[in-house]
């Protein structure tokens, strides 16, 4: 039930995921004419109803995307990488103009503490958060007032979920997993095999055993779970928290921590449990079963994604006018015996994920062409996988 850097990282991905698509548009409000060829003023895209994107937006939207992932800037000549911008930025604006006052509204405190995390977050690296903030010729009200444009277009869409389509997706999950909408809160002390930042061996199995019954023995002795937690945890995300997660869903852990966060009585210091990365020392302190009232927010978010998905495939397309950007190249069909790499390799296929930390919890990283500029990668992605 870790979360390392990479299950840390999820939720701040998840939001920052939909910045990237938005702090473009500061410099699009303003200047009605056309603009010259290759100056901020250059309409590069036209959409419905008097839509419209300048060249000024969509470099902010490069360089933004490039302060919160360098590893993105590769593909910020790819025409692919473009068009897939442009359109993902054509649809936030056009869905955030739909939503109505009282959306907005709602909405809003939901921006201000959306730009806290980011300026937080922005504000941790080095340099600072005006400095990194000057280097992309970005301003502090940029982000406020882009992020709105985000959070108005996902409320938008939250608020056509029908709650037919929210009780339908739930009873779909929980034929799928019947434990789809378990939730738990658990502690546990996890006595890994490998470092879980540079993945070198610490201990043998029979090593990490023998610590892990040391670790059950004290806390049956009435040991405290905190400290011991601190002590003893090779589970960066938990150890500092004494080995806590709480409301954690069960489904996205590992089989072994899965079956053990499920199973064990309440309030007991399990034997040691083994998975991939060790044997864990658990107690499961609460475990229910969200009911659909419970998950309808979550159910909601996850369902106004699939329409926005919808949007794009369906509606976006019919409303686009004109576009300047380059076009990207036809892939041509693969050969019945396609030749290898120059020089007999393999040629590479994306960026290789590093290992990361030790999790029972799977966070799979994207390679940066999956959605580009849509899906950030994890800090640190997790090897684990159910």
């Given at each position: 039930?870790?979360?390392?850097?990479?299950?840390?990282?999820?939720?701040?991905?998840l939001l920052l995921a939909v910045l990237v698509l938005?702090?473009?548009?500061?410099?699009?409000?303003?200047?009605?004419?056309?603009?010259?060829?290759g100056t901020p003023e250059e309409v590069i895209a036209t959409y419905k109803d008097g839509g419209k994107v300048t060249r000024g937006e969509f470099d902010k939207l490069l360089s933004f995307n490039r302060l919160l992932y360098p590893e993105y800037a590769q593909f910020e000549t790819d025409p692919a990488y473009q068009q897939s911008m442009l359109e993902q930025f054509i649809m936030l604006k056009v869905l955030s103009g739909r939503a109505s006052d009282d959306v907005k509204k709602e909405a809003d405190k939901q921006v201000t503490d959306q730009v806290t995390q980011l300026k937080t977050f922005v504000g941790a690296q080095e340099g600072g958060l005006e400095k990194k903030l000057k280097d992309a010729k970005l301003e502090e009200k940029d982000i406020e007032d882009l992020l709105r444009l985000s959070?108005?277009?996902?409320?938008?869409?939250e608020k056509q979920v029908t709650d037919d389509e929210i009780k339908a997706e739930y009873e779909k999950a929980?034929?799928?997993?019947?434990?789809?909408?378990?939730v738990a809160t658990v502690r546990h002390i996890l006595i890994g095999l490998n470092d879980p930042n540079t993945n070198k061996e610490l201990r043998t199995k029979e090593e990490a055993l023998k610590r892990a019954k040391e670790v059950q023995q004290k806390l049956k002795n009435g040991g405290d779970f905190d400290a011991l937690a601190k002590e003893y945890s090779d589970d960066p995300g938990s150890k500092d928290k004494g080995g806590k997660y709480e409301n954690a869903k069960v489904g996205q852990w590992v089989a072994g921590f899965k079956k053990a966060a499920l199973e064990l009585p309440l309030n007991t210091i399990s034997d040691p449990v083994e998975t991939?990365?060790?044997?864990h020392v658990m107690k499961?302190?609460?475990?229910?079963?969200?009911?659909?009232?419970?998950?309808?927010k979550d159910l909601a978010s996850n369902l106004a994604q699939v329409k926005m998905q919808e949007f794009v495939t369906k509606e976006l397309p019919g409303l686009i006018e004109t576009n300047k950007l380059p076009k990207p190249t036809p892939t041509p069909a693969p050969s019945a015996n396609p030749s290898p790499a120059p020089g007999g390799s393999t040629a590479p296929s994306g960026t290789e994920a590093p290992t990361?930390?030790?999790?029972?919890?799977?966070?799979?990283?994207?390679?940066?062409?999956?959605?580009?500029?849509?899906t950030p990668p994890a800090a640190s992605p997790s090897p684990a996988a159910k």
């Amino acid at each position: 039930m870790q979360h390392n850097k990479s299950g840390w990282a999820k939720s701040k991905w998840l939001l920052l995921a939909v910045l990237v698509l938005v702090l473009a548009v500061a410099s699009g409000c303003g200047k009605k004419d056309e603009g010259k060829a290759g100056t901020p003023e250059e309409v590069i895209a036209t959409y419905k109803d008097g839509g419209k994107v300048t060249r000024g937006e969509f470099d902010k939207l490069l360089s933004f995307n490039r302060l919160l992932y360098p590893e993105y800037a590769q593909f910020e000549t790819d025409p692919a990488y473009q068009q897939s911008m442009l359109e993902q930025f054509i649809m936030l604006k056009v869905l955030s103009g739909r939503a109505s006052d009282d959306v907005k509204k709602e909405a809003d405190k939901q921006v201000t503490d959306q730009v806290t995390q980011l300026k937080t977050f922005v504000g941790a690296q080095e340099g600072g958060l005006e400095k990194k903030l000057k280097d992309a010729k970005l301003e502090e009200k940029d982000i406020e007032d882009l992020l709105r444009l985000s959070v108005y277009s996902t409320s938008y869409l939250e608020k056509q979920v029908t709650d037919d389509e929210i009780k339908a997706e739930y009873e779909k999950a929980k034929k799928a997993d019947p434990n789809a909408y378990d939730v738990a809160t658990v502690r546990h002390i996890l006595i890994g095999l490998n470092d879980p930042n540079t993945n070198k061996e610490l201990r043998t199995k029979e090593e990490a055993l023998k610590r892990a019954k040391e670790v059950q023995q004290k806390l049956k002795n009435g040991g405290d779970f905190d400290a011991l937690a601190k002590e003893y945890s090779d589970d960066p995300g938990s150890k500092d928290k004494g080995g806590k997660y709480e409301n954690a869903k069960v489904g996205q852990w590992v089989a072994g921590f899965k079956k053990a966060a499920l199973e064990l009585p309440l309030n007991t210091i399990s034997d040691p449990v083994e998975t991939d990365y060790g044997y864990h020392v658990m107690k499961v302190e609460s475990r229910k079963t969200e009911t659909v009232e419970d998950a309808k927010k979550d159910l909601a978010s996850n369902l106004a994604q699939v329409k926005m998905q919808e949007f794009v495939t369906k509606e976006l397309p019919g409303l686009i006018e004109t576009n300047k950007l380059p076009k990207p190249t036809p892939t041509p069909a693969p050969s019945a015996n396609p030749s290898p790499a120059p020089g007999g390799s393999t040629a590479p296929s994306g960026t290789e994920a590093p290992t990361g930390s030790p999790s029972p919890q799977t966070t799979p990283t994207p390679a940066p062409t999956d959605v580009p500029g849509a899906t950030p990668p994890a800090a640190s992605p997790s090897p684990a996988a159910k």
